[in-house]
Every structure is written in C-alpha cells, then in structure tokens.
C-alpha cells in the first residue's frame, strides 16, 4: 500500500526555538496534504491543508504564522513550528490522499512526530 | 461543535466474540465515512471505507454499516482477537478527492484472550 513518512520521529527542543517536520509520500504524489495534531486521549485535529505549488489553507483558529507549512513538491511538505513553547507540544500527524480508482479519498497517514518543548 | 461523535470512550470483549464500534454524525454534507486504527506514538491506519450510496461494506473481519437517515455508522469486528486492541476512529467528509476529515474522538477496544 501507499506510504507516507514523516521525520523526525520526535523532537525536544527548548522554548523559543523553531522546529520543522517533514512529510512525504513515498510511492505517490499528493498535490494536497493534511496536517493534524493530536493531544492526549483526543480527537485528531486538523490543523491546516497544505497544497503543492500555493499557499496552505488553515483552519479556524491555527496561527498561521505559528505553524508554517510548504509543499514544495508533489512529494514533500514541512510543518515549521516557530517559537515553540511548551503549549505546542503534542503529536504531529500528516497525512496524503491518493486517488483509487472508482473510490473516494483513501488518506495515508505518516507515523507521526512527538514534539516535547522544554 | 464535534461533527462526529463517539460516545463511549472505551470497550472490552472476549477473544472470539464481535466488537460493534458506533460513531454518529452531525454534518449532512458528509458523503464518505472510514474507520482508522491507531495504535499510540504511531499515525492511523486505514480500516475500511464507506460511501453514502451502500448501507454495508465488508472487509474480511471488518464489516462497516451506514445508517444514513440516522446519521450513525458502526464497525464490527467479528471474531475480535487480542490483536485488535488499540484505538479505533471514526472520520468523515464531504464526497470528493482530497476532502478533509474529521474524527471522532475514538474508542478505545480491548480484547481480552
């Protein structure tokens, strides 16, 4: 099946500092990706869309200068958490949609980023 | 304003018997509902899928029923082996490529041997 990666697997920084995520997909190109957070024993949220060749679309109350994404190729986009403090820690999930055909959306999700900000 | 819900935070059954997962939806737009297994410090995994034009679709031990004038779906798991304890979603969205999804807050199933 489709593959999504993501790196690094988890992170600790300290406050204030910036850190990026990558997401890629493997074995097919997605022209949209999805980033989403998760806290303890909670929902996936969806953060923001990132969409190759123009600008993210973020959802209702993510600081977009915050959390800077890029999807620079059909393969490949970055999360940027900038200034992180110990709020942003959660895990960072991405996932890439890949047409089947005759069905809908099948999302991939990648393993995942741990971030812990000290 | 959680437009998909999973009520029950947990569940247990035996080994051999069926796991009946439910989730319900608010947003009538919705059009595509999948089922992810999470197991923790790692991303979701795709279960099964269905579109609003089935009531039912089957995969192996997976089977998902949609009950679109009630706005519920539920997963079976039948028969639940100990291998299938770990987080289950429920996620939806709008019919077409690329759609977002929303998640439920998912259910925890623990199958006991």
């Known amino acids: 099946g489709a593959v999504v990666s993501q790196h690094p697997s988890w992170v600790i920084c300290k406050s204030g500092t910036s850190v990026k995520i990558e997401c890629r997909s493997l074995d097919f190109q997605a022209t949209t990706m999805f980033w989403y957070r998760q806290f303890p024993k909670q929902s996936l949220m969806l953060m923001a869309t990132s969409n190759e060749g123009s600008k993210a679309t973020y959802e209702q109350g993510v600081e977009k200068d915050k959390f800077l994404i890029n999807h620079a190729s059909l393969t490949l986009s970055t999360l940027t958490v900038t200034s992180a403090h110990p709020e942003d820690s959660s895990f960072y999930i991405c996932s890439a949609p890949r047409l089947r055909r005759g069905t809908n959306n099948e999302q991939f999700f990648g393993p995942g980023t741990r971030l812990t900000v000290l | 304003d959680q437009q998909v819900k999973q009520n029950s935070p947990s569940l247990s059954v035996q080994e051999g018997r069926i796991s009946i997962l439910n989730c319900d939806y608010t947003n009538s737009m919705f059009d595509y509902f999948l089922w992810y297994k999470k197991y923790p410090a790692e991303g979701p995994t795709f279960l099964i899928s269905?579109?609003?034009?089935?009531d039912k679709n089957e995969d192996g031990r997976f089977t998902v029923f949609l009950n679109k004038s009630a706005k519920h779906l539920s997963l079976h798991i039948v028969p639940s082996q100990p291998g299938d304890s770990a987080v289950y979603f429920c996620?939806?969205?709008?019919?077409?490529?690329?759609?977002?999804?929303?998640f439920g807050k998912g259910i925890t199933l623990s199958v006991r041997p």
């Open positions: 996620a939806a969205s709008p019919y077409g490529a690329n759609s977002k999804l929303t």
């Open positions: 269905i579109s609003s034009i089935k």
